[in-house]
């Protein structure tokens, strides 16, 4: 049974930093992409950031040259370095991951940006 457990959220000020970890309980960041996703108060949960197995990184325009996604594969481990952080990336933050065709979330971590 895969498990993904998310931390590092938090209260921050606006152009503060924080860096999400997206633990998972088996060596499966390295062979499988990993997501980033997010959900604010009312709205749709939208994708933020991906590093698939191959080490491609790509961004959603509004986190491009804030956010930085990296890996781990030591330690079963993906980050989200998120910098400049606005009142608008408040929302709770997941990560998922699919292994063969199944998706896997995590519980996710809130991340609250006052102003």
């Known amino acids: 049974q895969v498990q993904l457990v998310e931390s590092g959220g938090g209260l921050v000020q606006a152009g503060g930093s924080l860096r999400l970890s997206c633990a998972a309980s088996g060596s499966i960041f390295s062979a499988n992409a990993v997501n980033w996703y997010r959900q604010a108060p009312g709205k749709q949960r939208e994708w933020v950031a991906h590093?698939?197995?191959?080490?491609?990184?790509n961004y959603a325009d509004s986190v491009k040259g804030r956010f930085t996604i990296s890996r781990d594969n030591a330690k079963n481990t993906v980050y989200l370095q998120m910098n400049s952080l606005k009142p608008e990336d408040t929302a709770v933050y997941y990560c998922n991951t699919y292994i063969n065709t199944r998706a896997y979330w995590g519980q996710g971590t809130q991340v609250t940006v006052s102003s």
């Open positions: 590093i698939l197995n191959g080490g491609t990184i």
